[in-house]
């Protein structure tokens, strides 16, 4: 099997390329640039021409390391999965692994929101995917579960971080769209859909402004830690399923990561 070439780079496959006239250029330094243009001007900013600028090298330069400019933006994704990565705490049971992987990606994506506007092209390939996915399943070892239920329950918890990362961010963009604040902008969107419905058609609606939630903009730790508990809860509910016997019998193959 023929392996992508961005794949072939991240896993040091690719045979080096000589050393040329610019000295100290690696494809680790040409990711680094990548990562900092992205953090500093947005994804939409990253090209090889902007990352060789950066680097004091000539575009053509680059192409002797990284083949295109979208392999270069899949291993900048990888590097900030390599910051999802954290060791074992010894001891640790099923729960407070997976919850200790999930504080730790959403830290590393609210670090670089750029990343996620970088689609997932497929299955865990490059090397800080597989690492991390190897740590998330070394969590879910000795709760009884499948193993494609512990894809599907690796997946339901990273999707819930990545989701909640992305609604962060874009609300974080349109605060600061507004000019208002936080508070003031919250404020603002609560009298709007106050004015726009009414409490005959709108009953729930209307009983929610009225309880006062847009008065004041819950901590987003708040949000997210309420949302992951729920989570593990269930998935608490499905290993002690598990445990309870033939009853508990697995459900039909759940749907593959991704």
Not at 181 to 194: E, F, V
Request: glycine residues 12%; charged residues 20%; contains cysteine.
């Amino acid at each position: 099997m023929e392996l992508p070439a961005s794949v072939e780079a991240a896993w040091g496959l690719r045979e080096r390329p000589h050393r040329g006239p610019k000295p100290g250029l690696s494809l680790a330094r040409i990711v680094e640039a990548g990562v900092a243009v992205a953090g500093s001007d947005g994804l939409a900013a990253v090209s090889m021409g902007r990352v060789a600028a950066e680097l004091g090298a000539a575009p053509m330069s680059l192409y002797r390391y990284v083949r295109a400019k979208d392999e270069l933006i899949a291993l900048m994704a990888d590097a900030v999965y390599g910051e999802f990565l954290e060791p074992a705490v010894p001891g640790e049971d099923w729960r407070a692994g997976l919850t200790r992987c999930a504080w730790t990606m959403r830290a590393a994506l609210y670090r670089h929101p750029w990343a996620l506007k970088v689609p997932i092209s497929g299955l865990p390939v490059l090397p800080n995917e597989v690492a991390w996915f190897e740590q998330a399943l070394g969590c879910l070892d000795g709760t009884g579960l499948t193993e494609p239920e512990k894809a599907s329950v690796i997946q339901l918890v990273a999707g819930f971080v990545r989701n909640e990362a992305t609604t962060s961010a874009d609300i974080t963009a349109a605060i600061e769209a507004s000019g208002d604040g936080p508070a003031g902008w919250l404020a603002g969107y609560g009298r709007l859909l106050g004015q726009l419905t009414d409490p005959e058609r709108y009953p729930a609606i209307t009983r929610f402004i009225s309880s006062g939630v847009y008065d004041e903009l819950d901590p987003p730790d708040q949000q997210f830690g309420f949302g992951l508990k729920t989570i593990l809860d269930g998935i608490a509910g499905l290993i002690a399923a598990r445990s309870a016997g033939p009853a508990g019998a697995a459900p039909d193959r759940p749907g593959p990561l991704s």
